[in-house]
């Protein structure tokens, strides 16, 4: 099921609002890549990203910008 992304996570940092699971699931699935592939091309755990699509913890902005543009959705940094 492809999930909708809203405008206001394609924000600059200022406006930005946080991204849902399911957001930062689609996002994911959007760069072609498994959430461990994820994890080794942000520099963060396999167990951090686990955190991030199950809702237990808070994507920072950074990691974000960086999967949306690899995901296709532009540059969403100013």
Known sequence: M???IRS???TTNIQW???TPDEIREVIF???WTQSETA???GVTARQVNRWVKGEAKINYA???ILCHE???GK???
């Open 8 to 10: 206001e996570v394609l």
């Open 63 to 65: 990691a974000w910008a």
């Open 40 to 42: 080794r091309y942000l």
């Open 71 to 73: 995901a296709g959705l």
């Open 17 to 19: 609002i946080q991204p």
């Open 30 to 32: 959007r760069s072609g």
């Open 76 to 78: 969403i940094w100013g």
């Open 2 to 4: 492809k999930t909708e």
